[in-house]
């Protein structure tokens, strides 16, 4: 192929197109845009602006960085005064404090078991001055007053180990070795598990627990079969204790932070029996945000169209068993929450 | 104005040919501006020397209206007077800066008035005036038929490629001035151009339809 021909063609019917063209310019039009050049050139060489002078160049070249300089100079100053000034504030809510922070720590002088050939020395051990007494019986907590109680354990205790009362009060715990003493302070819920017939109360008063071999759920209150119970919310407040969580030391012993579930079992009877030496409660450390179960998102998800009556206890702040009514027959559903939604986990007939 | 052959380029087997203005050409012209710089009267030398071809540019690109065609070339002058003093000889005619200049405004216009038009081919006989045989008139006259077909199938850039190219002979490099673009892409910009306007070319058949 002839590399200079091909484009040939197009490139003549070009030139023969300009030449049909022919525009012709108009010699008046030209003269007068030349008139309002020259009057314009005149207003140019009359304008000082355009004047050659060192000085005025100068200073118009560096009159915006002398300007500019004091200003911005004045915005740092006052931007690094207002945040000298400004104090931040966190809001109780949001903020969860430390033990020693909850409780101020005073030393005390506790009597230790340490060497039998020795006399026991004193140590002075932290206490909490506001330490509350366990109150084990079943009078019912006040719903709006968080109960506060601080407890000694004793972790990383077998599970072979034979309960013992895990929560001895501060006047009354003297047998504790100092060194695995942990104090825990209390403002969390602690919501065990129950393996009784599909009940899942924790219902009591607010205390916490550190230990795993006292690590047992005990709501202060037998539950009976029929009676609705309640649970403690993930906002720290206590509900009325009803039932009784009757849980096996096996599946309590071991597990302080663990994963605490609900047996809901074939029986629909919720009733537990709870142990009243331990009502002790805890709840992992989370933000205090309600993260209750709505209504629609039972429904979407255990696809009822109309739950007449629903009864939610939660397990925790991602699990909770729902009992539903519906058409005189009680079902029970274990729920739990991922990424925000709310799940059916298992279904009881 | 004498080209000189700068180079060749080589394209899918096509020849582009690179021409620049002589380099004497060039260094007169850079004197004369130098000098409108610094006595603003010697810009009137500029001005006859490039108002025509800029006005046939403007006339092309605005659709054949001799008023907004004076206008709009007016403006032009006008802009390149008041910034004659941030122009910088870079090695490029003159004229590419003030075809850059009346480019713009003719865009400037084209928003203004939200019209765009082109010749269309009824009223392309009546462009050319000129005595010619009649042979050869009636040649250009149907070359001028279907240069108006083609270039209404072709967007706005190729046609100003065009128009540039052919009709105000600029260089790839002027050219490439005007549009803002590289060297390189304005020669493969001319190179599709031709290709696509070799491809919509209308037969003297579909012609005769308009006739």
New interface residues.
């Given amino acids: ?1 002839n ?2 021909s ?2 040939s ?15 012709e ?2 010699p008046h ?2 003269a ?3 008139e ?3 009057y ?2 005149e207003q ?2 009359k304008s000082p602006t355009t004047a050659d002078s060192t000085a005025g160049s100068l200073w118009n070249r560096w009159k915006k960085q002398l300007i500019g300089v004091p200003v911005s100079l004045m915005a740092v100053t006052l931007v690094v005064f207002a945040a000298s000034n400004m104090s931040v504030s966190i809001p109780q809510d949001d903020f969860i404090p430390t033990q020693e922070l909850i409780t101020p720590i005073v030393e005390e002088d506790v009597a230790v078991i340490e060497d039998a050939q020795e006399e026991p020395a004193k140590v002075t051990r932290k206490s909490k001055p506001e330490l509350l007494t366990i109150d084990y019986s079943e009078k019912e907590i006040p719903t709006n007053q968080p109960v506060i109680t601080t407890y000694y354990v004793q972790p990383n205790v077998p599970a072979a180990t034979p309960a013992q009362p895990a929560v001895q009060p501060q006047e009354t715990a003297p047998a504790q070795p100092a060194t695995q003493k942990k104090s825990v302070t209390s403002s969390q819920n602690y919501e065990s598990s129950s393996r009784s017939n599909g009940s899942t109360s924790t219902g009591g008063g607010s205390s916490t627990s550190g230990t795993s071999s006292t690590s047992t759920s005990n709501t202060g209150a037998t539950s009976d079969a029929n009676t609705p119970q309640t649970l403690i919310q993930n906002n720290n407040v206590t509900q009325p204790q009803t039932p009784h969580l009757n849980i096996p030391s096996s599946d309590v012993y071991g597990k302080i932070d663990g994963d605490f579930r609900v047996d809901l079992g074939e029986n629909n009877n919720p009733a537990v029996e709870v142990d009243p030496t331990l009502n002790h409660y805890r709840q992992p450390l989370q933000p205090q945000t309600t993260t209750t179960l709505t209504k629609k998102e039972l429904e979407k998800s255990v696809k009822l169209d109309i739950l007449s009556n629903v009864n939610v206890h939660y397990l925790n702040s991602d699990q909770a068993a729902v009992e539903v009514e519906e058409n005189g027959e009680t079902r029970w559903y274990m729920v739990e929450r991922s990424n925000d939604n709310w799940q059916v986990v298992q279904k009881f007939d | 104005m004498i080209l000189d052959k700068l180079g060749e380029i080589w394209y899918k087997d096509t020849l582009i040919l690179i021409f620049m203005p002589s380099s004497q050409d060039l260094k007169q012209e850079k004197h004369l501006v130098e000098e409108a710089q610094k006595d603003p009267d010697q810009f009137l030398a500029l001005y006859d020397k490039y108002y025509d071809c800029i006005y046939r540019y403007i006339y092309r690109r605005t659709g054949a209206d001799k008023d907004v065609a004076h206008d709009i070339a007016s403006q032009t002058f006008l802009d390149a007077l008041e910034n004659l003093k941030s122009y910088r000889f870079q090695g490029y005619p003159f004229s590419s800066w003030l075809y850059k200049i009346a480019h713009n405004n003719v865009i400037k216009w084209y928003r203004k008035t939200s019209k765009y038009k082109y010749v269309p081919i009824e009223e392309a006989h009546t462009l050319s005036d000129k005595t010619q045989n009649s042979e050869e008139t009636a040649d250009n006259a149907l070359a001028q038929d279907q240069i108006n077909a083609m270039m209404t199938n072709l967007d706005q850039d190729e046609r100003e490629i065009i128009k540039l190219k052919f009709y105000e002979e600029l260089s790839n490099i002027e050219i490439a001035e005007v549009m803002g673009l590289s060297v390189s892409n304005i020669g493969v910009k001319v190179f599709r151009t031709l290709k696509k306007a070799k491809g919509l070319l209308p037969t003297k058949h579909d012609l005769k339809q308009f006739n």
């Fill in positions: 192929m590399k200079n091909y484009f063609d197009i490139t003549e019917l070009f030139i023969k197109a300009k030449k049909e063209e022919n525009i310019v108009n039009a030209k007068a845009t030349r309002m050049l020259s314009k050139i140019i060489k």
